[in-house]
């Protein structure tokens, strides 16, 4: 209990020291919206630093997040060579002072926003980033619930996604009447690139899916630490956070 009321303590921190910095990094952004198939505006901030032939990586927060999640993390991503869409899904809230306003937009219209409807808005994204950077590589990067949507996207609709970021998936979606082990079952059909890792509590909760994974273009990380739930856990403000980076940074380096 007092180490959950410390890790509370420091996230609190963590916020409001990315309130006083947030101009300077939100100067590097470039807030873009385009619409679901069910006429759902979606808003994402785009990062692009890098020319149009770069490859791109779409960033999915988890629940209760915004694209605020990935507010320190993709201008790193940018550094590296990448350019980066933070994408507001329609399951979610706010997070680091950002709001969600995909969420707020269907809140308001009493509309629904499970894990699952959430999965629209993902194909949205990645249909913007096509149009916008035809030819451009595609890696798909999820938090928890859309950790799991980014494997089953990329068994879905395989053209055109280069590979899969997944942090902290799982079995989530049963509540909302997919079938228990969805993503397991998803995950026998990817034939790109996939990495996966978590807490290290949480790796019994993806190891099914991951040993469905095909070939050996897959890379699981456990962290020495014990890590954190979703990618909130590459924030500078957790000192696991370094161990995280230098794999997933080795993940990445073959999409240069």
């Known amino acids: 209990m007092k180490a959950r009321i410390q890790t509370h303590k420091l996230e609190i921190l963590l916020t409001w020291a990315l309130l006083l910095i947030g101009p300077a990094l939100q100067a590097q952004s470039e807030q873009v919206k385009f619409m679901a198939k069910d006429k759902v505006p979606v808003t994402a901030d785009l990062y692009a630093s890098n020319p149009a032939t770069a490859p791109v990586i779409i960033l999915f927060h988890q629940a209760k997040y915004s694209r605020g999640e990935y507010f320190e993390v993709a201008p790193k991503l940018n ?14 809230g706010e997070i680091n002072g950002i709001p969600n306003k995909t969420f707020n937009y269907v809140d308001s219209l009493h509309q629904p926003s499970g894990y699952t409807d959430a999965y629209t808005d993902m194909q ?7 149009k916008k950077y035809p030819g451009a590589k595609i890696i798909l990067f999820g938090s928890s619930y859309s950790a799991s949507l980014t494997i089953k996207y990329a068994a879905d609709f395989p053209a055109g996604i280069s590979g899969v970021v997944s942090f902290s998936p799982g079995e989530y ?8 082990n969805i993503i397991e079952l998803s995950a026998q ?7 996966i890792t978590s807490a290290q509590e949480e790796q019994e909760s993806w190891k099914a899916i991951y040993n469905a994974l095909p070939g050996n273009s897959k890379v699981s990380f456990v962290p020495q630490a014990s890590g954190k739930h979703g990618a909130k856990v590459l924030w500078d403000a957790f000192p696991e956070s370094a161990e995280y980076w230098a794999a997933l940074k080795k993940f990445l380096q073959q999409f240069k």
């Open 79 to 92: 550094k590296m060579g990448f350019n980066c869409l933070a994408v507001d899904l329609r399951s979610g």
């Open 189 to 195: 059909r990817v034939n790109c690139p996939v990495f």
């Open 173 to 180: 979606f049963s509540k909302f009447g997919w079938v228990r």
């Open 124 to 130: 949205a994204a990645v249909s913007y980033v096509k």
